[in-house]
């Protein structure tokens, strides 16, 4: 499992926090957010809904400033589909380590489809 960046978990935690699960509405905990994976500027951060076990996933991307940016939540079809999948494992991160390894840079791109 990948390591928050120092300084960063208590802000990046403090985010998520302020969203609610998909399914229940329930606010997600600080303590349930997990760093899924690390690539630069783009942090993957999956929670887990403390009620309903919902895994929801989040993208982040720190800019220059700081300041960070929730880049895209996931739409409500795919938010069906990860209700039914299993919860993200060891091979799921390594794949994802991989596109990331892989990946141009180019957020624009990934994100106007
Ligand atoms: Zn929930």
């Given at each position: 499992m990948a390591e928050f960046p120092a300084g960063q978990e208590h802000?990046?935690?403090?985010?998520?926090?302020?969203?609610?699960?998909?399914?229940?509405?329930?606010?997600?905990e600080r303590d349930h957010?997990?760093?899924?994976?690390?690539?630069?500027?783009?942090?993957i951060v999956?929670?887990?809904?403390?009620?309903?076990?919902n895994q929801q996933v989040f993208w982040i991307?720190?800019?220059d400033d700081q300041e960070e940016t929730l880049l895209e939540d996931?739409?409500?079809r795919e938010d069906r589909e990860f209700a039914t999948m299993a919860p993200?494992?060891?091979?799921?991160?390594?794949?994802?380590?991989?596109f990331l390894q892989a990946f141009?840079?180019?957020?624009?791109r990934l994100f106007s489809t």
């Open positions: 802000k990046l935690k403090q985010l998520i926090s302020s969203y609610r699960c998909h399914v229940c509405r329930r606010c997600f957010v997990r760093l899924a994976a690390r690539q630069e500027q783009l942090w999956s929670v887990r809904c403390s009620l309903c076990r991307a720190l800019k996931v739409s409500q993200i494992d060891s091979d799921d991160v390594l794949d994802m380590h991989e141009s840079g180019d957020f624009q």
